[in-house]
């Protein structure tokens, strides 16, 4: 199966709509979450990034490659941008931003207390204007940190969704709980190192490979390594032995 024939299309329409529509910031706006906390509400924005976490025992980052308006947009800036982000010591950058908003929104219920759940707050009380303002403020976000360092950028170095998904992998993979994940067939390597040429996050895939063992942290599950594998070394799995 070519993997990337159902991703692609399902990522990009996504973005597309998502955008178009003014509906990001309804769940996924940093900002609109801690304006709720501030008030003492839960509100869907809190909801919206609980679910995350949790589906990401189960899925692991899949949806960052899969559903993600970012990362559609990501895809749009790969027919311009060829050139992928390093693996940096900037990825700690995005646990910095993730540790002050998560304070932020904490300190928010500590000292206003817990006013009750209001779902709609930051849906229909914020100005069109402001909704446009947001939008357009993700994508301003994007697009110049991808010209600059390459594909997939904002994901690695200040992507404050990812931190959710990655600690929910790392609790099922600690408890060595079933989900999903990549599976390696080490003595069907030929060496080609195609498949971490098609990683879009530039991870050594065929160096997993090679030791059996799957698990990189900066894995979105998009399956391109998969597609690119003419000998099936890799392979999506639910399993957890060949995970680290």
């Known amino acids: 199966m070519q993997y990337q024939k159902i ?9 597309i709509l998502v955008h178009l529509l003014l509906v990001f910031h309804l769940l996924f706006s940093p900002v609109i979450i801690v304006m709720a906390s501030h008030k003492g509400y839960i ?6 990034f609980a679910i995350m976490i949790l589906l990401s025992l189960f899925f692991g980052r899949a949806y960052c490659s899969w559903f993600c308006p970012g990362c559609g947009v990501q895809e749009f800036m790969s027919f311009i941008v060829k050139r992928k982000a390093k693996n940096t010591k900037a990825r700690i950058i995005k646990y910095f931003i993730f540790t002050l908003w998560i304070g932020t929104i904490i300190s928010g219920y500590v000292i206003n207390g817990f006013q009750g759940i209001d779902i709609s707050m930051g849906m229909n009380d914020i100005t069109l204007q402001k909704k446009i303002i947001m939008t357009v403020g993700i994508i301003l976000i994007i697009v110049p940190l991808t010209t600059i360092f390459g594909l997939f ?27 999903l994940r990549l599976k390696a067939k080490t003595e069907n390597c030929k ?8 990683c879009p996050m530039d991870i050594d895939v065929m160096a997993q490979v090679k030791i059996g063992k799957m698990g990189h942290v900066e894995c979105l599950l998009c399956g391109n390594c ?17 995970n680290k």
């Open 191 to 198: 060496s080609c190192k195609l498949c971490t040429k098609k």
């Open 7 to 15: 991703r692609k299309p399902i990522v990009i329409s996504t973005a």
């Open 226 to 242: 998969i597609d690119a594998c003419k000998h099936e070394a890799i392979s999506f799995t639910t399993k957890c032995e060949n």
């Open 43 to 48: 509100n869907a924005s809190f909801i919206a």
């Open 153 to 179: 950028a904002s994901c690695k170095y200040v992507c404050w969704q990812a931190p959710f998904m990655i600690i929910g992998t790392k609790i099922r993979d600690f408890f060595k709980l079933p989900g």
